[in-house]
């Protein structure tokens, strides 16, 4: 028995999360799998019972998991006295989830502007300019006088290292193609550091194709030619920001998925946020949460050797692409299926 942790959240976290549940356990069931799901108090309910978004209950039980579910959270909605570090933020640093995996491609039945794109994004994501993940003294941010701001950004060389490790191994199990994307030219020593490492990296990766683009020129190549990528390997913000130009490209942002992750431990989390304007309303496209949750489940299956594990990620993903090339939809992709409409329809082609 798998056991996966289930941190359901706010906004549509409560129509998204349970669909991902529901579409894994008939997968499951097809492959004579069972899952154990560990509910786990998160997000605005927690700060009611627990009097913190992110309980220590939470964090211990996390310690004993390898894979969990992270629904979506409206922290900026929070009381003040939780406005610091995000949830996600502070389950992500916890587990120093350094590697962000995000796939773009698209789906038959879903109109995209590059029907031609199926990249992954290999984002790094426990340093670079993000403020609340840097190590610099507590935040990467800092205003010497109110009309002057200063941002640090951090990259180190064992950063580098794992996360293109995490790019190169992954191209290996698809096109064998790694982009390097940097901004060397301007951001010399830091995206240079980064750029470096990763020809390192290359170099013991000889049956692995690889280029480089500055982060600018990769944005106008993805829009102009994006059939011509297949692993793309970035620092923390250029990563952010192509990952949500890459998921638009390839149709939606609500059907992106995304998994965090170390070497030991995986959270399926998908692009988008809490949407609280649509919470509640059957709305919500659940797609980016079961397609996160298969690939957490694929990538936790093949570090275990779980061929079943394996095969029931892929049937979930077969799953979704065959409703959709249905043209089975929620309103957001011009559908009018209703969130459990819509994985009702899923689970049936399960
Ligand atoms: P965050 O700061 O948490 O990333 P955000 O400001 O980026 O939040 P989202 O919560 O992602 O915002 O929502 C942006 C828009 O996309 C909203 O109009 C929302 O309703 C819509 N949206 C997001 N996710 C979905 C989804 N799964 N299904 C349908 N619509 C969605
Ligand atoms: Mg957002």
């Known amino acids: ?55 220590d209950e939470t964090l211990r039980a996390l310690d004993d998991l390898d894979l969990w579910v992270l629904g979506p959270h409206d922290s900026a909605g929070y009381p003040p006295q939780h406005s610091g570090r995000t949830p996600g933020a502070v389950i992500r640093t916890r587990y120093d989830l350094f590697a962000n995996l995000r796939p773009a491609r698209a789906f038959h039945g879903v109109r995209a502007t590059a029907p031609s794109i199926d990249v992954l994004i290999v984002r790094e994501n426990s340093e670079g300019f993000y403020a609340d993940r840097n190590m610099f003294a507590g935040s990467g941010e800092f205003m010497p006088t109110p009309d002057v701001a200063l941002a640090v950004g951090m990259i180190s060389r064992p950063a580098c290292e794992r996360i293109a490790r995490v790019a190169f191994e992954a191209a290996r199990a698809r096109a064998s193609r790694v982009t390097i994307v940097h901004k060397a030219n301007v951001l010399r020593m830091t995206t240079g550091l980064f750029r470096d490492v990763c020809r390192e990296v290359a170099a013991e990766h000889p049956d692995v194709v690889v280029d480089e683009q500055h982060v600018d020129a990769m944005a106008a190549h993805l829009v102009r030619r994006p059939g011509d990528f297949d692993v793309i390997v970035t620092e923390n913000l250029f990563g952010d920001i192509l990952s949500d130009l890459a998921g638009e490209l390839a149709g939606s942002l609500g059907i992106a998925a995304s998994v965090n992750c170390s070497d030991t431990k995986v959270m399926a989390q998908a692009a988008h946020g809490a949407a609280p304007d649509i919470a509640g309303r059957g709305l919500a496209n659940p797609v980016a949460m079961i397609l996160s949750t298969a690939m957490a489940l694929r990538r936790h299956g093949t570090a275990s050797a779980d061929g079943a594990l394996v095969a029931t990620a892929g049937r979930m993903e077969a799953a979704v ?30």
């Open 1 to 55: 028995m798998t056991r996966v942790g289930v941190l359901t959240g706010d906004g549509i976290g409560a129509e998204i999360v349970p669909a991902a549940v529901a579409v894994a356990d008939a997968a499951a069931q097809a492959e004579d799998l069972a899952f154990e799901w560990v509910d786990l108090p998160f997000g605005r309910n927690a700060i009611e019972t627990h009097g913190d978004p992110v309980p």
């Open 321 to 350: 692409a065959d409703t959709l090339a249905e043209s089975i939809a929620t309103a957001d992709l011009g559908g009018t299926a209703t969130t459990q409409a819509f994985t009702d329809a899923v689970v049936a082609r399960i």
